[in-house]
């Protein structure tokens, strides 16, 4: 059980800001005053030496107050949101220092939302491995069952063919099985780095060179490492050339606050129906050949990992992913 956020009192963002100013609009008078009656007694040079001192000590003592009520509460903040997008599974300290009641409010608020989706996470993996485990063994004696009355002789052939669908099924499902971990495992992995297409330009002509693959941008950092981003073009090409694709072009945008990584093929396309459903898991238009409709998933959970989103866009020839990584 995580610890909670140190209850005390705290001051009002309102309190410290009209504070600070106040303070600061009431030396402004103070010196102005003393300056006034102390420099026919001690000399104005001396008076403004002694005020300056002193109005440089108050202003010390706010700029502490302020740096230890808003500055480095937030800062605390964002290490500890940090920490968690890099690795939700490993413990990491609450942020003690939370500052003003509203920056407490929002801390507390960051914390409760992080262990919101670090115990989610936990439950989709440990139901994902529950079920997979589950249907695995029964799936696993139908086959043994299966092949055993297989090895036999003397089967019909109508027989036969039923044996051939029931092992054919089994496979089916031990496939999806394997698929589904693969999307749970999605979730898990990580590729924190940078890339660009350029680096993988010898990679692509060798695993994939019967097609004509066009970069542009190729020198364009990438926030994903290049065993992330091999994945990402693996997948999207390798649909492509399913598709009878016979080029693609890879196009990287470097913006401001987003990096752009475009995929877009002249194959047979996707058509306007299919097109809602291509990300939702276990959608496959080659189930017949053993397609399990979880690749599109895995590469959208791998990429949300990193903070990118995958979409596909309009296209008047094949297909074109867009791919936002958020800087």
Not at 162 to 174: D, Y
Not at 214 to 228: F, Q
Not at 293 to 307: D, P, S, T, W
Request: charged share 20%.
């Amino acid at each position: 059980m995580r610890p909670r956020l140190v209850q005390k009192w705290r001051p009002t963002l309102a309190l410290v800001l009209g504070g600070g100013l106040l303070g600061t609009l009431i030396l402004s008078l103070i010196g102005l005053v003393a300056l006034r009656y102390l420099g026919p007694e001690i000399g104005f040079r001396n008076a403004a030496a002694i005020l300056a001192a002193l109005i440089l000590l108050a202003t010390a003592c706010l700029g502490v107050l302020l740096v230890r009520l808003l500055i480095t509460p937030i800062r605390n903040l964002q290490t500890y949101a940090a920490k968690m997008r890099e690795d939700p599974s490993q413990h990491t300290d609450i942020p003690y220092h939370s500052g003003t009641k509203e920056l407490h409010h929002m801390a507390r608020s960051v914390v409760e939302m992080a262990d919101h989706l670090r115990n989610r996470e936990i439950t989709i993996r440990s139901f994902t491995d529950h079920v997979s485990h589950e249907i695995k063994t029964p799936v696993s004696a139908i086959r043994a069952a299966a092949e055993l009355i297989e090895d036999g002789e003397g089967l019909p052939p109508q027989d036969q063919q039923l044996l051939q669908q029931i092992l054919g099924a089994t496979q089916q499902i031990e496939t999806q099985l394997a698929a589904l971990r693969d999307v749970a495992r999605a979730r898990e992995i990580r590729h924190h780095g940078k890339s660009t297409l350029g680096s993988q330009r010898p990679w692509l002509k060798e695993t994939f060179p019967d097609l004509d693959i066009m970069l542009t941008g190729e020198d364009h950092p990438i926030p994903l490492a290049d065993a992330g981003l091999r994945i990402l073009l693996t997948h999207l090409q390798s649909n492509a050339r399913e598709h009878g694709a016979k080029s693609v072009t890879l196009t990287v945008v470097q913006q401001p606050t987003e990096v752009t990584l475009e995929i877009s093929d002249d194959g047979s396309g996707i058509s306007a129906g299919n097109a809602r459903q291509i990300f939702d898991p276990f959608f496959t238009t080659k189930r017949g050949k053993g397609g399990t409709g979880m690749g599109l998933a895995i590469l959208r959970n791998m990429l949300g990992v990193h903070g990118a989103q995958i979409t596909l866009q309009p296209s008047s020839q094949g297909a074109s992913f867009l791919v936002r990584f958020a800087l």
